[in-house]
Each structure stands twice: as structure tokens, then as C-alpha cells.
């Protein structure tokens, strides 16, 4: 299966020069927790809930996102495997990967959440999953008989 049956395709963006409290409300009205940052039509990077969390210890709402984003953005194939998207997750300590095709425009977004709910696959994901655990700190999880996931923003 293809992360193209399962992924989101409505993508919440951003221009660079938008600021944090711009971020969080179009975060908050959408209840949404990732935003694409772009400059005329190109990614340039990704903003997440957790990243304006800590970034309010330095920075004010007033700032342009563009201080705080991250610009080293992680894409998938839309034609890639629901294992392919999950190992990537956990190779590079992520949640969510930008969707492209193969001309690399931008089609969607895919979590380890979203890859979670289908049942064919889900031990081979909470597997990944653990392997996320030892590779990133933002997130804590905790797997026993099934899989129960607490974000700690700060």
C-alpha cells in the first residue's frame, strides 16, 4: 500500500514573512500542529507546535517564522510504502514527512500517526516507533500490549 491512499492532502502553509502569532493561530483555528513555510510557492521549511513552544523562550510572537523554522525538510515519495514511510520516521527521529510526487511538487503530509492506524501494519510501525524512542527525546512513548503516546512540549 502506498503512502498515497493514507496521506493528508490539505496542507496548511505559510509565507516567510509571517510571524509566530500568525503561525499559532492558523495552528490553534485548524487544529492543526504542523505548517509548511513557503516562499513564492517553493518549501523552504516546516514549523511544529513543539518549535514555537520553545522558541517563545527566546523569541516574541512578533518574530518572522523564518527564525525559527526548520529548514532541513524531510520528503517522501507519494508512491513509497506505509514501511518505507515508517522507517524514515524513525531513521531521521521524526513524526511527519512531506508528501511530493514525482515531479517534486508538494501533495500531502504523513505521520507516524496516520501509518499507525492501519491495522495490517501496525506492529511493524509501533516497532518503528520504538526505534524513534531511542533516536529523538520530543516524544515519549510507552509500549506494552498496545500503544498509548504522550507529546511532552516542554
Known sequence: MSIKTIMTTKIYS??????????????????IG????????????????????????????DDKIIKIMKSNVIYINENSSIYEAADNCAYFGITRLLVINDANELKG???????LAIDAYKDYVIECLRELKLNNNIY??????DISISRDFF
Not at 109 to 115: E, T
Not at 140 to 145: A, K, L, M, R, S
Open 14 to 31: 505559510l509565507s516567510i514573512n509571517h510571524t509566530i502569532k500568525d503561525a499559532i493561530t492558523i495552528m490553534k483555528n485548524n487544529d
Open 34 to 61: 504542523l505548517l509548511v513555510i513557503l516562499d513564492e510557492k517553493i518549501v523552504k521549511g516546516i514549523i511544529t507546535d513543539r518549535d514555537i513552544a520553545l522558541a517563545l523562550i527566546n523569541f516574541s510572537i
Open 109 to 115: 503530509i504523513i505521520s507516524i500517526f496516520d501509518l
Open 140 to 145: 515519549h512513548y510507552e509500549i506494552e500490549n
